[in-house]
């Protein structure tokens, strides 16, 4: 497994870029990731978690987390260019 490296790193490396905030942008990933809990408390509500399911719960929760940090991103003004 990599090492965990700080962000400043992949500022440098060219990988996040600095830009202007984009709330509106940001705001529109924290409604769509607070749709996402509902449907994930909905659907764990009706249907217990099993051996054979339980990756789908975590893929949704995956989801979640991925979007806030996204809209933190937004709201901090970076973008990723991926690696």
């Given at each position: 497994?990599?090492?965990?490296?700080?962000?400043?790193?992949?500022?440098?490396?060219?990988?996040?870029?600095?830009?202007?905030?984009?709330?509106?942008?940001?705001?529109?990933?924290?409604?769509e990731?607070?749709?996402?809990?509902?449907?994930?408390?909905?659907?764990?509500?009706?249907?217990?978690?099993?051996?054979?399911?339980?990756?789908?719960f975590?893929?949704?929760?995956?989801?979640?987390?991925?979007?806030?940090?996204?809209?933190?991103?937004?709201?901090?003004?970076?973008k990723?260019?991926?690696?």
């Amino acid at each position: 497994m990599k090492p965990l490296r700080m962000f400043n790193e992949f500022v440098k490396k060219g990988i996040m870029r600095k830009k202007t905030p984009d709330f509106s942008r940001a705001s529109s990933l924290i409604e769509e990731a607070e749709r996402r809990k509902n449907f994930l408390t909905e659907i764990s509500n009706k249907i217990e978690m099993s051996d054979e399911n339980a990756n789908y719960f975590i893929e949704n929760v995956y989801d979640i987390v991925m979007e806030l940090i996204r809209a933190k991103l937004f709201m901090d003004g970076f973008k990723s260019s991926g690696e």
